[in-house]
DNA sequence: AACCGAGTCAACCGCGGGTCC
DNA sequence: GGGACCCGCGGTTGACTCGGT
């Protein structure tokens, strides 16, 4: 198709009147007439590229097609385990400098990077209001049973004042949350599938002890795919009388 | 088959910094 | 010095897709 060509259909789709600047989605015809104009006159000097090409859009949008989607280099499909975790790190190191957590991710867009974070800082909150349920489940689980031990804070941060019986529950409960994380994964292969799950409190499905019956289960307890209200209380039970080891799944850490 | 909610991602917006006249 | 313009960044929006019901 020659570039006359292309601008005759650019300047002619759904666009009315001269002056008018499109917006939304791209047509065919802009993504090829300004890789053409790339081609020609290089990047940068964007408004008046666009204006040069007969494209009806803002030297914004050419920049940000082009760089998003058009430039040669960007890698499609999804982000590998390593990327993940450089994302990760880089994250922790610089907050949302996203265009500088790109740039040590060959081919990966800011925004790319961006939409990326977004979607898991949503997971996680969402995760840790699934985890608030869970205490909040095993908190009324706990008065019904243990109604002479008052058990206001103890999924809390620990107070000063909190016996080590009431630490052991709390790190029953972390280890609840954490082995019935994700559905089937244990710690060690939700970090394989994706290293934001290793946040403790990220991995909860949402109906465990939220229904009348638990959907739980995990790598080290395949038979224990359904826990009732009553079998969650029998474990907290056996938990505070000592016998850790009947709780029936291992320590994934 | 239709509907709905969640997730994804391309695109837009507002703002700040840099440059030029 | 300051106004206009351009560029880049981070935040936000909205359309689309897909899986579950």
Redesign the pocket.
Same mark, same amino acid.
Do not use: C, F, H, V
């Given at each position: 198709m020659s570039i006359t060509a292309i601008k005759s259909l650019a300047s002619t789709s759904k666009c009315e009147g001269m002056g008018e @600047? /499109? +917006? #939304?989605? =791209?047509t065919l015809e802009e993504?090829t007439l300004l890789v053409h104009c790339v081609a020609c006159h290089g *990047?940068? !000097? =964007? &408004? %008046? @590229?666009a !204006?040069s090409a007969g494209l009806k +859009? $803002?030297?914004?949008?050419c920049? @940000? /097609?082009w %760089?998003?989607? %058009?430039k040669p280099d960007i890698k499609? #499909? &999804?982000l590998s385990l390593e990327e993940q975790l450089l994302i990760l790190d880089l994250h922790s190191k =610089? #907050?949302? !400098? =996203?265009? +500088?957590?790109?740039?040590h991710l060959p081919g990966r $867009?800011? &925004? *790319?990077i961006?939409?990326?974070c977004? $979607? +898991?800082v949503? /997971?996680q909150l969402?995760a840790e209001a699934h985890s608030a349920l869970l205490r909040e489940a095993v908190r009324s689980c706990w008065a019904q049973n243990f109604s002479s031990i008052p058990p206001p804070h103890m999924f809390d941060e620990m107070p000063p004042w909190a016996s080590d019986e009431l630490r052991g529950v709390t790190s029953f409960v972390d280890r609840f949350a954490i082995s019935s994380g994700g559905g089937h994964c244990s710690v060690n292969n939700a970090y394989e599938v994706d290293p934001w799950n290793l946040a403790p409190t990220s991995v909860l499905t949402p109906t465990c002890f939220a229904s009348e019956h638990t959907s739980c289960s995990n790598n080290d307890v395949t038979e224990h795919s359904s826990w009732s209200m009553d079998e969650s209380s029998d474990m907290l039970k056996s938990y505070m009388s000592g016998a850790e080891s009947e709780v029936p799944f291992g320590d994934d850490n």
């Open positions: @600047l /499109r +917006r #939304g989605p =791209w993504d *990047e940068g !000097r =964007w &408004n %008046l @590229l !204006r +859009r $803002t030297g914004k949008s920049r @940000l /097609r %760089l998003n989607y %058009l499609r #499909g &999804n =610089w #907050g949302n !400098r =996203w265009s +500088r957590i790109a740039q $867009t800011d &925004n *790319e961006k939409n990326y977004r $979607t +898991r949503q /997971r969402k």
